[in-house]
């Protein structure tokens, strides 16, 4: 396979690519239009329905034609992608780390063992364990 050259950021898409897209596009507007069909919007419906039909003729017969179309849809979920998984993990990193430090807060847990000792000369804590061999190094697993 040769290597494509980015239009926009997107990748030149392939034949297959095409007709994926069209047929993908002709499948979420069929399903808009019938959406629409049963909330008793008629009109709309008819033309989302021939939208679709549209899609999947061009998609099925020659989806070379869908190519204009293609490269803003796809930059558009570019930048659609980058958006919501920057917001997503965001939200979810500072809702996850916030209630996780509340929650140590309110029961007294503290990991780290920050608590301050004025009278206290250094705040090493003696390792418990047994230093181990050197034939635990040479054979970890």
């Known amino acids: 396979m040769t290597e494509s050259k980015s239009y926009w950021g997107v990748t030149v898409p392939q034949r297959r690519d095409l007709r994926n897209f069209g047929l993908v596009m002709a499948a979420v507007l069929a399903l808009v239009s ?4 049963y909330k008793d919007a008629m009109d709309p419906a008819q033309v989302v329905v021939a939208v679709a039909a549209g899609f999947l003729i061009v998609g099925l017969v020659l989806p070379v034609v869908l190519t204009p179309i ?3 849809w796809m930059w558009l979920a570019r930048i659609l992608a980058f ?25 007294g ?3 780290l063992d920050r608590k ?3 009278d206290s000369d ?9 230093l181990l061999s050197r034939e635990h190094y040479l054979r970890q697993f």
Request: charged share 15%; net charge positive; glycine share 8%.
């Open 109 to 111: 847990r503290d990991p």
């Open 83 to 107: 958006v919501n998984t920057h917001l997503l993990l965001g939200f979810v990193f500072y809702t996850l780390f916030t209630f996780i430090g509340l929650g140590m807060r309110l029961l």
């Open 34 to 37: 019938g959406y629409l069909w």
């Open 70 to 72: 293609y490269f803003p």
């Open 122 to 130: 250094s705040y090493w804590q003696r390792r418990e364990s047994p």
């Open 116 to 118: 301050i000792i004025p």
